[in-house]
């Protein structure tokens, strides 16, 4: 199997962190608790009459129906947009973990300021032409449709961008910068890679259409984003990858990203398909095969990079 080597898991061996996996995984639970609550506490603050008041409208309730609810109120852009800077908290909870608790220098986490830049403009790049890929290609399968949206609110598609910037970050700095870095430095790198890839997909077991192709999906994106930071040794072009490629998805393409339903967008794409399969269903185009094929396609090519390096 190729070695995959960084400077990033040679520093994490100097951290104070467990040599024993299941204790590891189970600080990181603790932890992404932590952050879940502490990103929840303004948008649920705002939310909360709002949701009150539909509960009591609607009369008794269970509690699938009250999250049915909840999320159709947290879709609505008043709320979604803080809710995705607040994401901010993930970022800002890591990296203190990583360096107070862990005694980690924070190159460790790929934070470096060689290239960055540039590395960061290349991510957005990635991103938006893999994400544009798939959706297209559904399109000319004749699996959606993209039509243009009539009416557009530019002024919270430049809101929605800055807050999935964040949001995209934050998952990165969480699952990669923290998770896998923790494991590379004490374990395989291929453990970590697959084990932090299979955290980040589970993430998502409550979003609406999650199934097995799903998972197999979104651990996909996982390794991708594993590899890539591996083969350019810091965070930046994965943090940009996964914040264009949820924008561009969501309010460029008009597509339900991770199963959380339409937003602002400035194209709208529909199902023609009635295969699951092929759409990926309520979860989005990231449950769909279409997505497999391209992820599968994109690691494939980063491992190439990663085997010229070595």
Not at 60 to 87: G, N, W
Not at 92 to 98: E, F, T, V
Not at 230 to 256: E, L
């Amino acid at each position: 199997m190729l070695k995959l080597k960084c400077k990033m898991f040679e520093e994490s061996k100097k951290s104070t962190a467990s040599e024993n996996i299941l204790v590891t995984l189970a600080i990181f639970l603790a932890m992404f608790v932590v952050i879940q609550l502490a990103e929840s506490i303004i948008p649920s603050a705002m939310s909360k009459s709002e949701l009150q008041e539909r509960i009591l409208a609607e009369g008794s309730v269970d509690i699938k129906k009250a999250m049915d609810i909840s999320m159709e109120i947290m879709m609505q852009a008043k709320y979604l947009i803080p809710t995705l800077f607040c994401t901010i908290f993930g970022t800002i909870i890591s990296i203190i973990y990583c360096r107070f608790v862990e005694a980690r220098h924070l190159s460790s986490m790929g934070m470096r300021r060689r290239k960055a830049g540039l590395h960061y403009i290349q991510g957005l790049g990635v991103g938006f032409v893999m994400i544009s890929v798939t959706a297209l290609l559904s399109a000319a399968f004749g699996i959606t449709k993209i039509s243009v949206c009539k009416s557009v609110d530019f002024g919270i598609i430049g809101l929605m961008l800055g807050g999935f910037l964040i949001q995209g970050m934050s998952e990165e700095f969480i699952f990669r910068g923290y998770l896998m870095n923790t494991l590379g430095g004490r374990h395989n790198p291929w453990v970590a890679v697959i084990v932090s890839s299979a955290a980040f997909s589970l993430a998502h077991l409550a979003n609406p259409g999650f199934n097995l192709l799903v998972f197999l999906n979104l651990t996909l994106f996982g390794v991708f984003a594993a590899l890539y930071m591996i083969a350019f040794d810091d965070i930046w072009g994965a943090c940009a990858i996964h914040s264009i490629w949820n924008f561009t998805q969501g309010s460029f393409y008009g597509i339900s990203v991770s199963g959380t339903g339409d937003t602002e967008s400035i194209l709208r794409t529909t199902a023609k398909s009635s295969s699951v399969l092929l759409t990926g269903g309520d979860f989005g185009i990231e449950g769909s095969i279409i997505t497999t094929a391209i992820l599968t396609a994109a690691s494939v090519l980063v491992l190439i990079k990663i085997k010229k390096q070595n």
